[in-house]
């Protein structure tokens, strides 16, 4: 397993934005499908995004064309830049991982960050 770093969390007026950082411990980050998955209060955990190693993204509908991930192999680090957020996307937001597979099911991910909160106020 990979130790996952998220960063950038916090509170935002509806339709602010941040942006969310995730940081890995592998000299083989470029080969990972790394993914974004949140859990709102009272609610199951849910996909978000997710992007494989070769830049290919993948969105759930909830939050195609406001959200926006993205991966620097250099750093080692997944972003997801959240724009136009709403009171909805209020959850714990986790980072996680796994190599080479093609997949936005959660069972397939066998690393994960601690979570970051974000909270749209209305």
């Known amino acids: 397993q990979v130790q996952l770093v998220e960063s950038g969390g916090g509170l935002v007026q509806a339709g602010g934005s941040l942006r969310l950082s995730c940081a890995a411990n592998?000299?083989?980050?470029?080969?990972?499908?790394m993914g974004w998955f949140r859990q709102a209060p009272g609610k199951g955990r849910e996909f978000v995004a997710a992007?494989?190693?070769?830049?290919?993204?993948y969105y759930a509908d909830s939050v195609k064309g406001r959200f926006t991930i993205s991966r620097d192999n250099a750093k080692n680090t997944v972003y997801l830049q959240m724009n136009s957020l709403k009171p909805e996307d209020t959850a714990v937001y986790y980072c996680?991982?796994?190599?080479?597979?093609?997949?936005?099911?959660?069972?397939?991910?066998?690393?994960w960050g601690q979570g970051t909160q974000v909270t749209v106020s209305s």
């Open positions: 996680a991982g796994q190599p080479w597979r093609a997949t936005t099911d959660e069972s397939d991910f066998d690393s």
């Open positions: 592998t000299r083989t980050f470029s080969t990972y499908t």
């Open positions: 992007i494989r190693w070769t830049g290919y993204t």
